[in-house]
């Protein structure tokens, strides 16, 4: 008797767990791939959720890894809609045919940034918020060590700063990526590899995700962080002792993007989500959450009072359509392994 | 006999004629199907080859139903087994050629393209298929069995050929299918150029690091780790061991929980903590900089920082091997060696340290087999100091998604270890170092020399101390706002991670963030540490009581899973199953999978060591007594193997939970695991967040081990409980 009570009950608890594992059948489905900060992501996944009773499964990731994942899976693509990210993925992934094209019902109330982000890929791809490069110091660590506060991107190249700066590796990192084109683009091919050596000798690390820097940067543990400047405020917000610097000499910009997966199995839900992701409520609410500090794109959507402002920013000319080139990223890619990362420091 | 094969072609037949053949979009196991039936999306073979235009699928008709015509056979009749393992053999090559021939835009080799013309997709294998091809293995081993093969006994024939079979299918084959990618071209097709320029590149093997400032090759980098990891993992364990076997300290029981805690911990948790202690702005370095003015640096980003958190890791599993092999030396010879006057010391170098030399070896091979596949560490602390399995993993998962390169270093990390495995089982193979002899053996061994005793005193007690710390802090961490920062008391973190709302007309809401990957986690672990364990037994039966040909090499592959790094197990695992016939990416079956076949070797050696112990004869009273081979194992064998069964459910869970190099390449939007969502949230610097996720892990852990005991029960011997000794015993 006692052991049929066991495997009953046994049996009992696997069919419990195979149900729960499997449970998530009728209802309707997004597969969301995101981009940008996990609290951000899980934010809009509730969010949907709510509103819409769609199950959402999120995954986080950073947008070379994402971009990674969608190209693995394309022969059978298991993500829906890919949210948030550098611009120049979701550009190469849209000159690589990874991603559907969609136009938004909101496109003609986003910023000219925005639109020339879709523009740039064929309407595969969208600008969901604008992000000005930058950096970021612990002013604790820079008091006791009694260095000067860094201005410039020239200023970063100075010796007193060995070993004091980190960046994220611009093979994994978007930031990265995008650091090193807007300084290309400021000081020109020559100056501008030239410069990118002289950052490698005060470099410590070259961290994985973009964000890290400057998360190290406000725990204390590094000096200075090049990173997006709503990134560094988010940092300032939080309670850490960063201050957030606008170089002086002008600096690029990103436009975080969004785009459809190619092949989506829930083709219809992602562009609902699409639509409701550009949308001004939402987007209001994402970015004065406190959460995420860039500019929302649609123009009707209200900004964080804290989130840097971009018309006292001295931002360049950025070429998105040159440097998010599959070519183009690959060379860059190639002679920053070859010519920088090797250099001994 | 009649009733099994009839059995089986029913099940065949369900197979083929009823249960959707393809895999559907809502998983393996979801009954999805049986509610929202349409012929397109969940028929069968005959539906499929209708509706679908599968054509190719009608030939398996053949081979599945031709068996029914022996059921006016006598099983003696030579024809009824040629039939059967014909059959089978037919089935069973032509699902899978079929499988691997078509693929989800056609033809998957264009040679059949030209003699067969176009043709439809097909996707991966679901219930159906798999019922089908069940079908056709026990065919195979029916027929085999009905030819006389060991003893004509089909329980043993069909356990061997399934495991056979399984392993094959997922051990040997992803890895096959690695191998191959790494000789893949940029183009697309298979060229050599590719691979030689990829395998002779100085990032690997580059020396550069002996005589300039330059970074050393990768292959470098592991091995130096590795083996600087093994020295001292060795090296405290036996300490420890000593301590707890051979000293009269206080303590022991404290001591012996605090050495095997690491073990239950989750990944990143250590290298966390040593960051929030000796880090730049660490505790211990704010406290020295406070003290003795000594600057705070860098210094654990790199090889420093892995090599400790390594050791802090690895220890516990050489302080399990070695107290076993510290414990078993016979104290007669000892004894003897005191009686012709030697010293303490005397006595422990020339009799007590060469008899552990076994131990001692194996700890030490173990250790470095760990640390090569030991993936959190040097990714939460490695900064610069590149390692074989983050190497492997940025190659996959960074931008420059390179497969080639992936595989290649898996390849080169999978040999590796292999060599050292190789090693280990060749120096290790002819000597035994399991305890319990049986024979009579009471002697007391000596104390340790002083100098000793206070050598391994001096180097146990603050490393002992030093673990207590860093857990203490884990557990208080989880309760302050920021560490570094805000150390005021909050229960923000908790409440973050594991809320739970009551929501009118929904009821309970899971709305914790960290719910989701931690039911995934807790429900895959158990669900796949029970085919672990019963694989596992099945095998260990196999190897220690039946003699068969090729029992060596059956062996060898069953525990070859043990030697191959988590890393390499996933990137093969997302080469071999993201496209059909096995599609298995982005489901919850291909981590319990990994699972299963990553820690089966545990349940194998579990179940061996305690085998090894109970008399043959039981089972010859058992056969003598007409009782099959089945029964026997479950009525004689099962029963008394309770410690080993728990051993290996422990362990098989507890690795599963802690997993991360295998499942991180594996996890998807619906199976996010616990190791991704500390991970995210170490990146997030929301080290609360990390840290009260990892408590409650082990507190859970903590909590199900002790589950496990109470439902298996101890197992009634009669005699004083063996089985702190087959615990022991069983590790390496």
Not at chain 1, 145 to 173: C, F, R, V
Not at chain 2, 47 to 68: E, S
Not at chain 2, 394 to 401: E, K, N, R
Request: glycine share 8%; with cysteine; charged share 15%.
């Amino acid at each position: 008797m006692k052991n049929i009570m066991k495997l009953a009950s046994i049996a009992l608890v696997l069919l419990f767990t195979l149900f729960g594992l499997t449970n998530k059948a009728s209802a309707a489905k997004l597969t969301m791939y995101c981009s940008v900060e996990i609290d951000v992501c899980e934010m809009l996944e509730q969010a949907y959720e709510k509103e819409t009773g769609t199950k959402v499964a999120m995954t986080r990731a950073s947008s070379g890894e994402t971009f990674a994942k969608i190209k693995a899976e394309s022969t059978n693509p298991k993500g829906d809609v890919w949210f948030g990210g550098t611009g120049d993925p979701h550009l190469t992934a849209a000159q690589e045919n990874l991603t559907a094209v969609y136009k938004s019902k909101h496109f003609n109330d986003l910023l000219p940034a925005a639109q020339n982000q879709a523009v740039n890929a064929n309407y595969k791809s969208v600008g969901i918020y604008v992000g000005a490069l930058g950096f970021g110091y612990n002013k604790e660590l820079l008091a006791k060590k009694g260095l000067p506060a860094p201005k410039s991107w020239m200023d970063l190249t100075k010796p007193i700063y060995k070993g004091e700066i980190q960046i994220a590796n611009p093979n994994s990192s978007g930031t990265a990526y995008t650091t090193l084109a807007t300084i290309l683009q400021i000081f020109g091919e020559e100056k501008g590899w030239d410069y990118m050596k002289a950052l490698h000798l005060n470099v410590n690390t070259y961290t994985k995700s973009g964000s890290a820097p400057i998360k190290a940067t406000g725990r204390g543990e590094n000096l200075i962080g090049i990173c997006f400047q709503h990134d560094g405020v988010k940092q300032t917000k939080k309670g850490l002792p960063v201050v957030t610097v606008s170089p002086t000499e002008g600096t690029g910009y990103e436009v975080g993007s969004m785009s459809i997966i190619a092949g989506a199995r829930n083709m219809e839900e992602a562009k609902k989500f699409y639509d409701w992701a550009l949308s001004p409520p939402i987007q209001t609410m994402v970015f004065t959450s406190g959460k995420s500090l860039q500019v929302p794109s649609n123009t009707k959507a209200q900004a964080d009072p804290d989130a840097p402002d971009l018309s006292t920013i001295n931002l360049i000319d950025y070429n998105f359509k040159v440097y998010g080139e599959k070519s183009t990223r690959a060379g860059l890619l190639s002679k920053w392994d070859a010519d920088v990362s090797t250099i001994p420091r | 006999m009649r009733g099994l094969v009839i059995c089986w072609m029913l099940i065949g037949g369900l197979g083929f004629l009823i249960f959707p053949w393809y895999v559907t979009g809502d998983g393996f196991f979801s009954i999805n199907w049986i509610l929202e039936y349409s012929l397109a999306d969940y028929g069968s073979v005959l539906p499929q080859v209708f509706t679908n235009k599968k054509y190719w699928l009608l030939p398996l008709a053949i081979p599945l139903f031709f068996p029914l015509t022996t059921l006016k056979l006598n099983q003696n009749n030579p024809l009824y087994s040629k039939i059967f393992l014909y059959s089978g053999l037919i089935g069973f090559f032509y699902f899978f050629l079929q499988g691997f021939s078509i693929g989800i835009r056609g033809w998957n080799f264009e040679i059949f393209q030209s003699i067969f013309g176009d043709v439809d997709n097909q996707f991966g294998v679901g219930s159906g298929a798999v019922l089908t091809c069940c079908t056709f293995i026990f065919y195979i081993t029916h027929g085999l069995s009905s030819r006389g093969w060991l003893n004509g006994d089909n329980f043993i024939v069909g356990s061997i050929g399934s495991i056979i079979i399984l392993v094959s299918t997922f051990v040997f084959f992803p890895i096959f299918r690695m191998f191959t990618i790494a000789f893949k071209g940029t183009g697309g097709g298979y060229e050599i150029s590719n691979f030689s320029s990829k395998i002779l590149n100085k990032g690997i093997w580059g020396l550069d690091c002996v005589y300039s400032d330059y970074a050393c090759g990768v292959f470098w980098n592991t091995v130096t780790m590795g083996t600087l990891t093994a020295f001292s993992s060795t090296i405290l364990g036996l300490a420890f061991a000593l301590l707890i076997a051979r000293t009269s300290f206080k303590f022991k029981k404290t001591i012996r929980i605090l050495s095997v805690l690491p073990i239950i911990t989750p990944p990143f948790v250590i290298g966390l903590a040593i960051i929030i202690l000796f880090g730049r702005s660490g505790a211990v370095s704010t406290f020295l900089e406070w003290g003795f003015d000594i600057e705070p640096s860098r210094w654990i980003y790199g090889l420093p920082g892995i090599w400790f958190a390594q050791t802090l890791a690895f220890t516990p599993i050489a302080f399990l091997i070695l107290i076993g092999v510290v414990e078993s030396v016979s104290p007669s010879m000892e004894e003897a060696s005191q009686t012709l006057r030697a010293s303490k010391w005397q006595v422990f170098k020339t009799v007590t340290l060469p008899l552990m030399r076994p131990g001692i070896a194996n700890a030490f091979l173990i250790g470095f087999i760990e640390s090569l596949a030991d993936f959190g560490n040097p990714l939460v602390l490695g900064a610069e100091y590149d390692v074989l399995s983050t190497e492997i993993f940025f190659a996959i998962v960074g931008a420059q998604y390179d497969e080639t390169k992936a595989a290649i270093l898996a390849m080169i990390l999978l040999s590796v270890v292999l060599v050292v495995f190789y090693l280990q089982n060749q120096w290790l193979g002819k000597k035994s170092y399991i305890s319990i002899s049986g024979k009579g053996d009471s002697g007391v061994h000596p104390e340790l020399p002083k100098k000793t005793k206070w050598l391994i005193y001096s180097t146990v007690l603050p490393w002992a101390f030093m673990t207590f710390v860093i857990y203490l802090m884990i557990m208080f961490g989880g309760f302050v706002e920021m560490w570094g920062v805000d150390h005021s008391f909050t229960l923000k973190h908790y409440i973050e991670a594991f809320s739970i709302d009551w929501v009118k007309d929904r009821g309970f809401l899971w709305t914790g963030t960290a719910w989701n990957s931690f039911s995934t986690t807790f429900t895959i672990a158990i669900i796949s540490a029970l085919p672990t364990a019963a694989i596992g037994i099945l095998t260990a039966y196999l190897l220690t009581r039946h003699k068969f040909k090729g029992k060596n090499a059956f062996e060898f592959g069953t525990m070859l899973s043990f030697a191959i790094p988590g890393s390499v197990i996933g990137v093969s695992y997302v080469f071999a199953f993201n496209v059909p016939p096995i599609e298995l990416t982005g489901t919850g079956i291909i981590l319990v999978i990994a699972f299963v076949f990553r820690n089966m070797p545990v349940g194998v050696r579990a179940g061996m060591a305690a085998m090894n112990q109970l008399d043959p004869h039981l089972d010859e009273a058992s056969s003598t007594l007409n009782a099959s081979s089945s029964q026997t194992f479950r009525n004689i064998i099962l029963p008394l193997l309770k410690p080993a069964i728990t051993a290996s459910l422990v362990f098989s869970f507890v690795r599963a939970m802690t997993a991360i190099s295998a499942v991180i390449f594996l996890v998807s939007a619906n199976y996010d695991l616990a190791v991704s969502y500390i991970l995210g949230r170490l990146e997030n610097n929301d080290f609360g967040l990390a840290i009260v996720y990892s408590s409650a892990l082990i507190v859970v852990m903590l909590f199900t081990i002790l589950l496990m005991q109470l439902i298996i029960g101890k197992r009634k011997l009669g005699r004083r409980d063996q089985s702190a000794g087959i615990l022991q015993g069983n590790i390496g």
